[in-house]
Each structure stands twice: as C-alpha cells, then as structure tokens.
Nanobody
Framework: QVQLVESGGGLVQPGGSLRLSCAASGSIFSIDAMGWYRRQAPGKQRELVA????????NYADSVKGRFTIDRDNAKNTVYLQMNSLKPEDTAVYYC??????????????WGQGTQVTVSS
C-alpha cells in the first residue's frame, strides 16, 4: 500500500510564508510526476497549483507564479511547496498527488489527505 502524508499547513498572516511537505511511503518502485492542488471552498473544484516531473520540470498556476516554488527530493520520495507572499485568496485545503509505480509496469495515482492553509490577519 502507498500513502501520501502532508504536513506544514496552518494559519499565517498575509505576506507570510509556509512550506508544505508531502512524503510518499509504501510499495514504491519509482515516482513520476508529483504535484499540489487546492480546494478553496467546499463544493468548489480542486484546482492545480503546481506540478513537478521526475526530471524536475515544473508547471505553475498563473495565480501563484513568482510566489510559490515546488521542488522534490527523490531520495526521500517527498515533494515540497514553498509558499511566499501569501494572500487571503490562497486560503484552501492543499492536496498533494503523485503518480507512483509499484513496479516498472504499473502506474497508479494517489492523493494525500489534505492540509488546511489559512491566510488571515
């Protein structure tokens, strides 16, 4: 079984910073793309924040470009999201996701449980 466990969420003032982490564990042969998504309100669609390929290529939503940075530590099967200059509209539940291969022939998609980020004074 594979698990994605997120940490690092919390309450921060506008203009502040947070760093989210997401560690994958379990039966892992390799991990392809990893990413972060967020849901800003119950009932709203989950939206892409940032993704990173196994080779380190990144992609960002326009709303976070220049403020957020995604990176990964392949040795630790962990993806990070550094969030700077946070705004109230960044308030959301943040989810990590990963395309994980339990063997070289199979690829499955996994989600973390979500971590709340609240930006408020």
């Amino acid at each position: 079984q594979v698990q994605l466990v997120e940490s690092g969420g919390g309450l921060v003032q506008p203009g502040g910073s947070l760093r989210l982490s997401c560690a994958a564990s379990g039966s892992i042969f390799s991990i392809d793309a990893m990413g972060w998504y967020r849901r800003q309100a119950p009932g709203k669609q989950r939206e892409l924040v940032a993704t990173i390929s196994s080779g380190g290529s990144t992609n960002y939503a326009d709303s976070v470009k220049g403020r957020f940075t995604i990176d990964r530590d392949n040795a630790k099967n962990t993806v990070y999201l550094q969030m700077n200059s946070l705004k109230p509209e960044d308030t959301a539940v943040y989810y990590c996701d990963a395309e994980i291969r339990p063997d070289r022939f199979t690829k499955n998609h996994f989600w973390g449980q979500g971590t709340q980020v609240t930006v408020s004074s």
